[in-house]
């Protein structure tokens, strides 16, 4: 079976038509629901260019701030002032101008260890949720975004670590990254992720096009493994694009 026999994948000119893509996506996402609203945000540089266009004239207006949630699916463990912060990164882009501050909810890197901050995480999404255990047919998230790193790892899921296994806890602890950062981390599991209405890839520019050959090749890499419950979406620029992909 083809990667995208279960998933959409859609190519766009370069990073800021991406970011456009992405922004219209999460606004589609955000329409389909009238009641309270889950995002999950993710790290790394991918999606800067997203969050500053929410934050602009043309995007603010259209985010109905006081029912929209932000999550973060994976965390670098160390301080929320540090610029390796992802929900850091989120903020100073455009959460901490826009969004209610009760309606931020970061992983607290504050914690005694990253194992005790994924236990916190976890009884906050439940307690978000409303219930212990998932359901496909409630997802947790409507829209969760994701990124892929050069060994594959998505969220902070590396390739042969533990957190690929898991299955039962929603979140996890990660003493050692497998790249750069390499600074512990916490992060989302499978099915937290999986749970939710779309989970959106964004992948831009030449230095992604080798990881995304492997991945678009049916490799099994934690990027090629993470998968809605509903849908999955691969937003990917001309540069990012494998060869066999073009044209
Ligand atoms: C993180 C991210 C991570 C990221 C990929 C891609 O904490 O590093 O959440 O999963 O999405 O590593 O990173 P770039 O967007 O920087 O290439």
């Given at each position: 079976m083809g990667f995208f026999?279960?998933?959409?994948?859609?190519?766009?000119?370069?990073p800021e038509a991406l970011a456009a893509a992405a922004a219209e996506r999460l606004l589609a996402r955000i329409a389909a629901n009238s009641g309270r609203i889950a995002i999950c945000l993710t790290g790394g540089s991918s999606p800067k260019k997203l969050y500053a266009l929410l934050a602009s004239d043309a995007y603010r207006g259209r985010i109905p701030w006081q029912r929209t949630?932000?999550?973060?699916?994976?965390?670098?463990?160390v301080p929320p002032d540090d610029p390796l912060h992802n929900m850091g990164m989120a903020r100073a882009l455009f959460l901490d101008r826009l969004?209610?501050?009760?309606?931020?909810?970061p992983i607290p890197t504050d914690a005694a260890s990253p194992d005790d901050a994924a236990g916190r995480y976890q009884r906050l999404l439940q307690s978000f949720y409303g219930a212990d255990a998932l359901s496909p047919a409630r997802p947790l998230f409507d829209l969760v975004l994701m990124g892929a790193g050069p060994d594959g790892h998505t969220a902070s899921i590396f390739p042969g670590y533990p957190a690929e296994r898991e299955s039962a806890r929603w979140v996890v602890g990660v003493p050692e990254a497998n790249v750069a950062p390499?600074?512990?981390?916490?992060?989302?599991?499978?099915?937290?992720l999986?749970?939710?209405?779309?989970?959106?890839?964004e992948a831009a520019g030449s230095d992604k096009r080798a990881i995304l050959t492997?991945?678009?090749?049916?490799?099994n890499l934690p990027a090629s493994r993470a998968r809605s419950v509903d849908q999955?979406?691969?937003?990917?620029?001309?540069a990012a694009l494998p060869e066999n992909f073009r044209g």
């Open positions: 026999d279960q998933r959409t994948l859609i190519t766009v000119a370069d949630h932000w999550f973060i699916g994976d965390e670098r463990f969004a209610p501050a009760a309606n931020i909810h390499l600074v512990p981390r916490v992060t989302l599991t499978f099915p937290a999986a749970s939710c209405r779309e989970m959106l890839f492997r991945l678009f090749d049916g490799e999955t979406v691969w937003l990917v620029d001309q």
